[in-house]
């Protein structure tokens, strides 16, 4: 079955470490978003990548830092200079625009507290 | 920059009876797509329903459908013969039609059905 993976499910930071979240997908999709989900607030955007080796900062990207070197991987490092890091993240990723208006699709998200 | 508001932060609805969520995107943009998605306790994001901007017919799946009001940016969900597991966030999301944009979501409607 295809679809996006997320890893780990929770996951735990002490203060001034950085911690990375995987997201890996085998939907052959270009373009992979990350998101910050807290209470009230939606989902705001942190990054997105439409093709490898490229990625663009959202709205929120202060503290944290991406890499995109294979297609299927787009993971996240939240850094020490992200100094409120609990919340839920989710990752998604869209396939090539074009024949159609194509949705995103979403990982199960991550769930990251400071301890 | 697009904005999506979602004004109803929480809405009930009796088992088996009707119930329209708002949402209104602001835009200076002819070419977009809009979404609902639907997020249940166990955090899932899974598409409702989506429209194409340049289509006037409304979408319709199922017990959902949207009545969509581009010169007014309007775009409701309407959940018919509600079901206990309709219960959940539900997310009113925009997209730009040019390239890989990402999605800019509305901060969500807690939908509660009651039994």
């Known amino acids: 079955d295809g679809g996006i993976t997320q890893s780990p499910k929770y996951l735990f930071r002490k203060e001034g470490q950085n911690v990375t979240l995987s997201c890996e997908q085998n939907?052959?999709?270009?373009?992979m978003y990350w998101y910050r989900q807290d209470p009230g607030q939606g989902l705001r955007l942190i990054y997105y990548?439409?093709?490898?080796?490229?990625?663009q900062k959202g709205d929120i990207a202060e503290g944290y830092s991406v890499s995109r070197e294979k297609k299927e991987s787009f993971p996240l490092t939240v850094t020490s200079a992200q100094k409120n890091p609990t919340a839920f993240y989710l990752c998604?990723?869209?396939?090539?625009?074009?024949?159609?208006?194509?949705?995103?699709?979403f990982g199960d998200g991550t769930r990251l507290s400071i301890l | 920059a697009q904005t999506v508001t979602q004004s109803q932060p929480e809405m009930s609805v009796q088992e088996a009876e009707t119930v329209t969520l708002s949402c209104t995107y602001d835009t200076s943009e002819s070419d977009y797509y809009l979404f609902w998605y639907k997020q249940p306790p166990s955090r899932q994001m899974i598409l409702v329903i989506r429209q194409e901007a340049y289509k006037q017919q409304n979408a319709t799946e199922n017990r959902f459908s949207v009545n969509f009001q581009k010169a007014a940016k309007s775009f409701s969900l309407k959940i018919s013969d509600s079901q206990l597991g309709d219960a959940a966030m539900y997310f009113c999301a925009y997209r730009s039609g040019s390239g890989n944009t990402p999605l800019v979501f509305g901060k969500g409607t807690r939908l509660s059905v009651i039994a």
């Open positions: 998604a990723s869209r396939a090539p625009p074009g024949g159609g208006y194509q949705p995103q699709h």
């Open positions: 990548s439409q093709i490898v080796n490229d990625f």
């Open positions: 939907l052959n999709h270009d373009a």
